[in-house]
């Protein structure tokens, strides 16, 4: 059976984080670093690696990154994930509202 989030375009994740965080997606893919644009920017990078399988170039080339960036990203969404109760929330509701914006829900 063939996995419909394995080709998940990385643009479909972003519009969706960034709806989550009222954030306009230009900011995201731009080259600023203010401490939100960062968070939102991380959450993609590990939303895309871990949960819809990205690589890390495809990752980096989307936001205008290297792949060093995108693997400390994802690692720091997990470290602070697994302290974070808000956060491992957001992820998991993100997630869900990925899967249904897919599934035109």
């Not at 009222?22 to 939102?40: F, L, M």
């Not at 170039?57 to 808000?86: C, M, P």
């Not at 929330?89 to 035109?104: A, C, G, P, Q, V």
């Amino acid at each position: 059976m063939i996995d419909p989030f394995r080709r998940l375009p990385i643009e479909t994740i972003t519009h969706v984080v960034c709806a989550r965080y009222k954030a306009p997606v230009n900011r995201i893919t731009s080259p600023g670093k203010s401490r939100t644009v960062s968070h939102i920017r991380m959450v993609i990078m590990y939303l895309a690696n871990k949960l819809f399988h990205r690589s890390s170039r495809e990752i980096a080339e989307y936001l205008g990154n290297d792949r060093s960036t995108v693997v400390y990203g994802v690692k720091r969404v997990e470290f602070l994930a697994a302290s974070d109760e808000i956060l491992k929330r957001d992820l998991d509701e993100l997630k869900i509202d990925i899967t249904k914006s897919l599934l035109n829900v």
